[in-house]
């Protein structure tokens, strides 16, 4: 076998990658059982369910209500094992059985948890299953608490597991086909929802980091830098919904002030990237569809169970285009200097999640001509994010688009530069060559 084909097949992120395919194909097999269905669905709409769930998207051509206990346990378990990564739980498992990791293993463990440090594998793993544990059960007794209020005991904790896991990993996957709009008013259950979303999207490193530290003056730049973005975020997102969606009648126009604020402050939280909605999305105004692919392309914090381009290379962006325009030669933030390498990876990320986008919307606008390029758009945005909303194309996609769309929710949740180190092999050169201008802008 050439030795580039050799390193390819050895690289942690394609390891990582082949192994969301492993998980994608076992759930497609026990998903076309006829133990997992009400009505049958074919192997194409089994495939699509089960990478919508690995890759925590949300997106369904077949409503989740169709899956029967067992289906519905599936996908739950697909949600898990994708949220928080196949690597998180063979790492924890050679850590129950008291064996060490080769150097291979290492490097792929290292690579799924964004590490430096081969010492600190064991101890994020540990931190990862300790957190979800956690902030799931906490979730999860609020919830049926809720649920128990209006269903029977049983019922309403299927429930409360089922949404906790689907929140806290930001997949989407709700029970009915009306997600959580039976819920726009009940303030318990948006704010855990939300609690659950916003947890889940920091990033497992960030919640880590303030475990062990507890001081802002201690705590990582990193950690600071998701913090105060995330705050901004929801903040302002939470103020232009309502603004935006205050007097229109088909989502929160006829709700009383306080109602209005509880819908207002969900569908702000909710773009990045869980999926969920309590208000119908194809009658937002054009202001807050916009806004809401805004939020979808920027997604939460690295190493979280969250997709887009991430926090950090949003705020990357933004500070390199300060730092240009004010002609100075470092990019800083929090005193603290960004090197050049992490600026010109969140080029490449941004500039190859772009032309993702402009190439899948280009063919789903060939395959599904008979639907509006704004709902194309948005439905590309929410799968290569892995958010799961939509304006209501989904089930109605052809069997190409299914496949486009399956295309963007795996490459969302890889992400793109791994896509791009498949096509191209990444190696360094030794040679220099003459400098030269380009004329740009």
């Avoid at 077949?62 to 790492?91: H, K, P």
Wanted: with cysteine; charged share 10%.
């Amino acid at each position: 076998m050439p030795k580039r084909t050799t390193n390819l097949l050895s690289s942690p992120p394609i390891i990582l990658a082949v192994g969301f395919v492993f998980l994608i194909i076992i759930g497609c097999c026990l998903l076309k059982l006829p133990l997992s269905t009400i009505k049958p669905v074919s192997w194409l709409e089994a495939t699509f369910t089960a990478t919508s769930a690995v890759t925590v998207t949300g997106l369904a051509v077949v409503d989740t209500a169709n899956y029967t206990t067992f289906g519905q346990v599936v996908i739950a378990t697909l949600i898990q094992f994708g949220g928080l990564g196949f690597m998180t739980f063979a790492v924890f498992a050679f850590i129950s059985l008291q064996r060490k990791l080769n150097i291979a293993s290492q490097k792929i463990a290292r690579e799924a948890f964004a590490e430096t440090s081969f010492g600190k594998i064991t101890s994020t793993a540990k931190s990862v299953i300790g957190i979800s544990l956690i902030v799931e059960f906490i979730g999860f007794v609020a919830l049926t608490l809720f649920f128990i209020q209006e269903m029977p005991w049983s019922k309403a904790m299927y429930h409360g597991f089922f949404y906790t896991i689907s929140a806290f990993n930001n997949a989407g996957f709700a029970l009915s086909s009306d997600s959580l709009a039976p819920y726009v008013h009940h303030t318990g259950i948006n704010i855990t929802i939300t609690f659950l979303i916003i947890i889940g999207g920091l990033g497992f490193i960030v919640i880590k980091d303030m475990i062990d530290n507890r001081s802002w003056t201690k705590i990582s730049v990193n950690t600071k830098l998701v913090l105060v973005t995330t705050l901004i975020l929801n903040l302002v997102a939470f103020f232009l919904f309502w603004l935006l969606e205050h007097n229109n009648p088909n989502t929160i126009g006829n709700y009383s002030f306080g109602n209005q604020l509880i819908a207002s402050w969900f569908q702000a939280i909710t773009p990045r990237t869980a999926g969920f909605n309590t208000i119908p999305i194809d009658q937002l105004t054009d202001a807050s569809t916009l806004l809401t692919m805004f939020l979808m392309f920027i997604g939460g914090g690295s190493v979280s169970t969250a997709s887009g381009i991430k926090i950090g290379t949003f705020v990357i962006l933004i500070l390199t285009t300060i730092a240009f325009i004010r002609q100075r030669d470092d990019v800083t933030v929090f005193e603290r200097r960004i090197p050049d390498r992490l600026v010109r990876k969140s080029l490449a990320l941004v500039s190859i999640t772009v032309m993702l986008i402009f190439f899948s919307v280009f063919i789903l606008s060939v395959v599904e001509a008979n639907h509006a390029l704004e709902d194309v758009l948005f439905e590309v945005v929410s799968a290569l994010s892995t958010v799961g909303l939509s304006r209501g194309i989904t089930p109605e996609l052809s069997q190409t688009g299914e496949i486009v769309i399956m295309f963007m929710m795996f490459t969302g949740r890889v992400g793109p530069l791994t896509l791009a180190y498949l096509i191209a092999m990444p190696k360094s050169s030794r040679i220099h060559y003459p400098a030269t201008n380009v004329l740009v802008g």
